[in-house]
């Protein structure tokens, strides 16, 4: 493997990393020769992930974290940070859904939910990532999951699309303050991927007839597509690359 790929000492934390698009991310990471822990609020997920990503070889880690709580994070972070000795790279992908609600129908209570967990998580835990790296002083890349919400209107989704929508420009203003810091900020913005939480809406065919023939490259997107983006991120080949969203989208976006 290029030195450039080469993750090998190289310490990761994925948040959401024990399913889908999160547990795509670890496994590439690992493969690539990182060490990773993973965060989840679900105690055996993360545990049937750590008993999977072992088997590649490196250190792996799981820690029971509800990133939407401020103390729940600082206490995650230390013990990811003595489990990995050197935090080189953290990937905010944590996130949850919610169900479709019309705008006039959307309360109070569901809107701030789910921005809780998708921009105040986001922000909690790359404010950690960030102190830590600096603290150490060897730079870093923080890494935050979007959505192509953040660019397409999607209706009966205000709640989850404004809080994907926010990862942009947030990334956009770390990438700046933390340069000379060595520390790069970057986004992933992911299309449909085939997940364990998608794989039964891919499988109606009204909704497949619909979506499939507006993706050129005419298959669904995978876990593995989406890690494949992060090893590069995380790596020495994305040493100025930085303030950007990558979509991973099969071209689906601009079709």
């Known amino acids: 493997m290029s030195d450039l790929f080469n993750l090998d000492a190289h310490g990761a934390l994925v948040t959401g990393g024990n399913g889908g698009i999160g547990l795509g991310i670890a496994r590439a990471l690992a493969g690539a020769g990182a060490n990773v822990v993973i965060w989840g609020t679900d105690a055996g997920k993360n545990d ?3 008993e999977e990503l072992s088997g590649l070889g490196t250190t792996i880690g799981a820690v029971v974290c509800d990133v939407a709580d401020e103390s729940s994070v600082a206490a995650a972070m230390e013990e990811t940070a003595e489990t990995l000795g050197s935090l080189d790279s953290c990937f905010a992908n944590a996130g949850t859904g919610a169900a479709p609600t019309p705008f006039d129908k959307l309360s109070l209570d569901e809107w ?7 921009l105040d998580g986001v922000f909690l835990t790359l404010r950690a990532a960030a102190a830590r790296m600096i603290e150490q002083g060897t730079g870093g890349s923080l890494v935050a999951t979007s959505s192509l919400t953040a660019i397409e209107g999607a209706p009966r989704s205000a709640a989850y699309a404004a809080s994907k929508g926010a990862i942009g420009p947030l990334i956009k203003t770390l990438a700046v303050e933390l340069a000379r810091k060595g520390i790069r900020a970057n986004a ?4 449909w991927i085939d997940t364990d939480l998608t ?3 891919f499988e109606d065919e009204r909704f497949s007839g619909a979506v499939m023939p507006r993706i050129p490259a005419r298959r669904w ?3 593995a597509d989406i890690g494949a983006a992060a090893v590069y991120l995380a790596s020495p080949s994305s040493n100025y690359h930085t303030g ?3 979509k991973i989208d099969g071209a689906y976006s601009i079709c």
């Open 221 to 223: 997107g995978t876990p």
């Open 188 to 191: 992933i913005m992911p299309g």
């Open 244 to 246: 950007d969203v990558l």
């Open 112 to 118: 701030r939910r789910v921005n809780q967990v998708n």
């Open 48 to 50: 049937r992930a750590v």
């Open 199 to 201: 794989h039964q809406m």
